[in-house]
């Protein structure tokens, strides 16, 4: 898993959706203008019908459902910054700040927590479902997302994320449902995100780094050891790993013994 090229799917423990609950849903007749989402638009909240909420004016939204800390409370909220954005992003459990983390890693232009709330129909009725996050990528994708641990997954969750998914594909959205990650992907961003922020580069390491990584892949510790000062450019060789300008293998555990290579795909794809 090639940390200079792969997308975020490589990232995910892939979850399947569940075809009974899809079949639960009501998608006859006019389904799209009796589906609704609420938005939080400037002062007040604002309802379109599910055909007509790809022109939402997304940018200019707030989350519909605040959150707050407490003491005893089950799940840990708090504040993620992001690089790709500059500013701290809310997140509600530490599976939703390891998303954004990772979001953070394959780059996106926004990302707006709790976006707005779905009230669609189904067999027995009607219900109601906020989506955790929806991100914006470069080049004009927007990306929907619900984040739960898998052993937490009910089945009412699941006729809400068919709900979700059927609203993405109308708006032409992606959809995931994140209930975990490939092996040791979160400890290796982890590790990547420590150097994230920019570095100043008076020495001039990285231009050391990335010429001897074009000559060929090499290991980590192998790799900054050929520079003039090793122990600094330990931190400029993550720096360049986080911002997929170096590559290696996120699919195993980081480490000097790591093969670095230069980016064959320079900022990778979402």
């Known amino acids: 898993m090639g940390s200079d090229s792969c997308g975020l799917n490589d990232l995910l423990d892939p979850f399947e959706e569940d075809t009974a609950a899809q079949g639960r849903l009501a998608l006859s007749g006019d389904w799209l203008r009796r589906w609704v989402g609420s938005w939080l ?3 007040g909240r604002v309802s379109w019908p599910l055909r007509d909420m790809a022109s939402v004016p997304l940018f200019a939204s707030r989350p519909v459902r ?33 998303l954004l983390l990772a979001l953070d890693f394959v780059g996106v232009v926004e990302v707006l927590p709790q ?6 129909e189904h ?5 109601r479902h906020v989506p955790d996050f ?52 979160q400890t290796a961003l982890d590790h990547l995100s420590s ?8 020495l ?14 090499v290991r980590f510790g192998d790799l900054v050891a050929t520079t003039s000062l090793p122990v600094i450019a330990r931190a400029h060789a993550t720096h360049l790993l986080w911002h997929r300008r170096l590559g290696t293998d996120l699919g ?4 000097d013994g790591s093969l670095v290579w230069p980016a064959t795909d320079p900022g990778g794809a979402p």
């Not at 800390?69 to 809310?90: C, E, N």
């Not at 976006?115 to 669609?120: I, S, T």
């Not at 067999?123 to 219900?127: D, E, L, T």
């Not at 001039?204 to 892949?217: K, V």
């Open 195 to 202: 150097q994230r922020r920019p570095l100043d580069d008076r």
């Open 115 to 120: 976006p707005f709330e779905l009230d669609f």
């Open 252 to 255: 195993r555990p980081l480490g």
């Open 204 to 217: 001039g390491l990285e231009a050391e780094l990335l010429d001897t990584a074009r000559r060929g892949s």
């Open 134 to 185: 929806l991100a914006a990528l470069a080049g004009g994708e927007f990306w929907l997302f619900d984040v739960r641990p898998r052993s937490l997954v009910k089945e009412d969750d699941l006729l809400k994320f068919a709900a979700a998914r059927e609203a993405a594909a109308a708006c032409g959205w992606n959809y995931s449902v994140v209930t975990g990650w490939r092996p040791h992907v």
């Open 66 to 98: 605040q959150f707050t800390w407490r003491a005893r409370q089950k799940h840990r909220p708090g504040l993620q910054f992001m690089v790709s954005t500059g500013r701290q992003h809310g997140f509600e459990s530490l599976e939703e700040q390891r």
């Open 123 to 127: 067999a027995s009725g009607r219900g």
């Open 41 to 43: 638009i400037g002062d």
